[in-house]
């Protein structure tokens, strides 16, 4: 039998750990070359699969026990596409936390302290003051999403002196990073007179424009929305209409409805937003490769050893 490996951002050394623990445990790896598109046939041996793999060819491998995913973010191999009980669907929910709290950090704080107006002063070569600035400290902020990434960029907001509000889906124990939590269903009222929103939400269907047209008009003109889970869960014409009517007073983004976004879309070009093609959780970062190596180790020691899986997703949910 066979393990298999494909897109997966391992150094040359956790590449033969992984080789000597499957030997070890009886397997074969394979790994595909960057580029390489595999076969049905080339994979029929296959156990078990960590990487990305074309999902139409999932259903064809009736050796498959396990697929592990380098991603948080499992949306596109829930419903019908991976629909099968016979075989386990774990994700590296966990890894990104600290590299999109940084990034969440960096994109409210280049708003907040004007970056892109002095860039562009710095390009023109135009030496003048643009006005008071904001801070962390001292702010509200709200986060929707309390998993491994809202909670990791609560707590390093915590720490900059920010108030935290958090938003899930049921009230349960209050997390010490959170001032107050908030239902889903309250999230009109989580998001009203606060200096940030920030979007931590996975994708599934009852995350669907869940930051709604309603939820934007609550907030206030200081606000910056900053999306880091997935473009879809905010209703993005309500988000361009406020930004262009200055009800709120910026953006980072980071996911889009549609990606890549279209280049005739308004937002490339509007004041105080910031736009990145998802990247800010993206696998070959350097701290981001350390923690998916460590958690696929770890469940391969599992496996290998007969022991429950971590990081198992639960396909009706879609995380």
């Not at 002095?118 to 801070?135: D, E, I, L």
């Not at 004041?271 to 959780?281: A, F, K, N, Q, R």
């Not at 701290?287 to 022991?307: D, H, K, M, S």
Request: hydrophobic share 40%; charged share 20%; glycine share 8%.
């Amino acid at each position: 039998m066979k393990i298999a490996f494909r897109h997966v951002p391992f150094t040359p050394a956790q590449r033969a750990e992984l080789d000597e623990m499957a030997r070890a445990g009886g397997y074969e790896t394979l790994w595909y070359a960057d580029g390489a598109t595999p076969q049905a046939k080339e994979l029929k041996d296959c156990e078990v699969l960590m990487g990305y793999f074309p999902p139409a060819l999932l259903p064809e491998l009736p050796a498959l026990k396990w697929l592990q995913t380098p991603a948080a973010g499992v949306d596109k191999l829930c419903g019908n596409i991976f629909a099968r009980d016979d075989a386990v669907l774990t994700n590296c929910s966990g890894a990104f936390g600290v590299a999109i709290a940084e990034y969440m950090v960096t994109g409210i704080l280049m708003l907040m302290r004007l970056m892109p107006e002095y860039a562009s002063n710095q390009q023109h070569h135009v030496w003048k003051c643009m006005g008071s600035c904001r801070s962390i400290y001292g702010s509200t902020i709200t986060v929707v999403g309390m998993g491994d990434i809202g909670s990791r960029f609560a707590h390093v907001a915590k720490a900059m002196g920010a108030t935290v509000r958090g938003v899930r889906r049921t009230l349960g124990k209050k997390p010490a990073d959170f001032d107050a939590v908030y239902t889903s269903d309250q999230l009109a009222e989580a998001v009203r007179d606060v200096d940030v929103v920030v979007m931590c939400l996975p994708g599934t269907a009852a995350t669907r424009g869940m930051l709604s047209r309603e939820c934007i008009a609550q907030m206030d003109p200081q606000t910056i929305v900053v999306n880091c889970g997935r473009g879809f869960t905010v209703d993005e014409e309500a988000l361009i209409d406020a930004l262009r009517e200055k009800r709120i007073a910026g953006a980072v983004l980071d996911v889009t409805a549609v990606e890549p976004l279209s280049p005739d879309s308004p937002l490339w070009d509007m004041e105080h937003v910031i736009l990145t093609p998802h990247i800010s959780g993206h696998d070959d970062d350097p701290v981001n490769y350390q923690f998916i190596f460590r958690i696929f180790r770890e469940n391969l020691t599992r496996y290998l050893a007969g022991q429950p899986l971590e990081h198992q997703v639960d396909r009706t949910r879609g995380y």
